[in-house]
């Protein structure tokens, strides 16, 4: 299985046990060993790899535009 795959189940299961999808999103494991943050390590004010991907993930199952996403 792909770490990808590993994440979305746990996500699919932690979503049919009733945990609310913000709550799912934020607690889900993510496999993060094999991937690299775009940024360079001198860039001035990088944001945080898990932070950017959870929001990703979030946005991609609920479909909420960016502009949506930045009222909350």
Do not use: Q
């Amino acid at each position: 299985m792909t770490h990808a795959y590993k994440t979305g189940i746990e996500l699919e299961e932690t979503l049919r046990d009733g945990t609310c999808l913000r709550s799912a999103v934020c607690e889900v494991t993510l496999y993060t060993n094999h991937l690299k943050d775009g940024y360079p390590e001198w860039h001035p004010a990088p944001d945080p790899f898990r932070g950017m991907l959870l929001l990703f993930i979030y946005r991609e199952m609920t479909g909420d535009s960016y502009r949506t996403l930045e009222t909350y």
